[in-house]
């Protein structure tokens, strides 16, 4: 099997990625396990879940629609503001990887490297915040 040039294509476009971002805070929203980082967000999770979405969708290589809309803009300045720590970014990386880890049709190789660059890039986001 070739696989695709993008991971977006690898992880099956743009309805894919919504499943991975829906599966992803359904376990945010609802495990325990989350709990600290499901109180970093508000009582409604749509807005989060369409703009991680766009996110991912632009950053795995898809349309760049996210990046378009805010020129000069990057997933860690949204994030500047919020209290990012070692234990919220370690459950986000957890949650996230589950949502990936779940969608049965994902090439085992992609489901890992995706859900590693996202681990290094939460991660950051907790060692930005420290530094601040």
Do not use: N
Request: with cysteine; charged share 25%.
């Amino acid at each position: 099997m070739v696989l695709s040039s993008t991971p977006y294509d690898r992880l099956g476009g743009a309805e894919a990625v919504r499943a991975i971002v829906d599966r992803f805070y359904d376990l945010v929203e609802s495990d325990p396990a989350y709990a600290a980082l499901k109180a970093m967000h508000g009582e409604d999770f749509g807005p989060v879940r369409h703009a991680l979405a766009q996110f991912l969708i632009a950053w795995s290589g898809g349309p760049r629609d996210w990046f378009t809309r805010r020129p000069g803009a990057c997933i860690m300045s949204f994030h500047r503001a919020l209290p990012v720590t070692s234990e919220t970014a370690a459950q986000w990386a957890h949650a996230m990887d589950r949502a990936i880890a779940a969608d049965p049709g994902l090439e085992p190789e992609t489901a890992r490297l995706v859900a590693d660059a996202l681990d290094r890039m939460c991660r950051a986001m907790a060692a930005q915040a420290r530094a601040a």
